[in-house]
């Protein structure tokens, strides 16, 4: 049985990563962020999104990439995240791409520190991880994040 979805493909430094199309709301430029001083790297800080404090995430870190500062050239993804939105730092938007999830998508159980699950997908000679709103962050670091929006509200 097929079981196409749609899929947003980006860029981090070389790295694929990809989110199912449904949770995307919106790509921006990058814009003025109030920085978090999160030592882990993965919280960048907050922005004003339509009047809603929101979140910048780097997943950098999460893949060994050495840190990096937000640019004019680097483009935030606006993700639905249950209630709220998240924003994720990425350096290039690839675009849209249609998989069968029942062929050429895999699953990953505890792949590394701060991905307990992980879809991906292989070709090219590279690895796509996909992410869904469930498997953006662990539950220590969906803590975190509403400790930081918290204090700054």
């Not at 999104?49 to 995430?57: E, R």
């Not at 730092?89 to 895999?106: N, P, R």
């Amino acid at each position: 049985m097929v079981d196409n979805k749609q899929l947003l493909l980006f860029k981090i430094k070389d790295l694929s990563l990809a989110f199912p199309i449904e949770i995307v709301s919106k790509i921006i430029q990058s814009q003025e962020v109030s920085p978090s001083d999160d030592p882990t790297g993965l919280l960048k800080g907050v922005f004003n999104f339509h009047g809603v404090t929101t979140p910048l995430i780097s997943l950098r870190n999460r893949f060994g990439l050495p840190p990096a500062d937000i640019n004019v050239d680097n483009l935030f993804i606006i993700v639905k995240r249950g209630d709220n939105n998240i924003a994720v730092i990425a350096d290039e938007v690839i675009g849209l791409v249609t998989v069968d999830f029942s062929s050429d998508v895999k699953s990953a159980q505890e792949i590394t520190s701060g991905i307990s699950r992980v879809d991906f997908m292989s070709g090219n000679d590279s690895i796509c991880f996909i992410y869904n709103s469930d498997t953006l962050l662990t539950n220590a670091e969906s803590v975190q994040i509403n400790s930081f929006l918290s204090d700054v509200k």
